[in-house]
Nanobody
C-alpha cells in the first residue's frame, strides 16, 4: 500500500523557520516527482515546490528564496525547509507524488498544519 505521511508542521512566529518532512512508502519513488502543495482556508490548493528524482526543483514565486525542497531517494523522503515565514504561509501543507508515467496513480499525504502568527 502506497503511503505519504507528512510531519513537522506547527506554530511559528513571523520570520521563523520550520522543516516539513514526508515519508513515502509502498513503491519505488524514483519513478515519481515529489512535491509540496498547500491550501489556506477558503482558497484552492496551490503548488509550493516540486523536485524530480534527479534533483531539479521549481518553486512558486511566493516562496522563492525562502523555501527549499529536497529529497533523499534512498530513504524515500522529501523535505521542505521553510525560512522567513510569513502569516500568508499559513495553510495545510500536503506531500504529493506525481508519476512520470501519467497513466499511473498520483498520491497525496493527509496534510500537516502550518500556522504563522504573531
Amino acid at each position: 500500500q502506497v503511503q505519504l505521511v507528512e510531519f513537522g508542521g506547527g506554530l511559528v512566529q513571523p520570520g521563523g523557520s520550520l522543516r516539513l518532512s514526508c515519508a513515502a512508502s509502498g513503491t519505488n519513488f524514483a519513478n515519481y516527482a515529489l512535491a509540496w502543495y498547500r491550501q489556506a482556508p477558503g482558497k484552492e490548493r496551490e503548488s509550493v515546490a516540486i523536485i524530480t528524482s534527479g534533483g531539479s526543483s521549481n518553486y512558486a514565486d511566493s516562496v522563492k528564496g525562502r523555501f527549499t525542497i529536497s529529497r533523499d531517494n534512498y530513504k524515500s523522503m522529501v523535505y521542505l525547509q521553510m525560512n522567513s515565514l510569513k502569516p500568508e504561509d499559513t495553510a495545510v501543507y500536503y506531500c504529493n507524488a506525481r508519476p512520470y508515467d501519467r497513466s499511473w496513480q498520483e498520491y497525496w499525504g493527509q496534510g500537516t498544519q502550518v500556522t504563522v502568527f504573531s
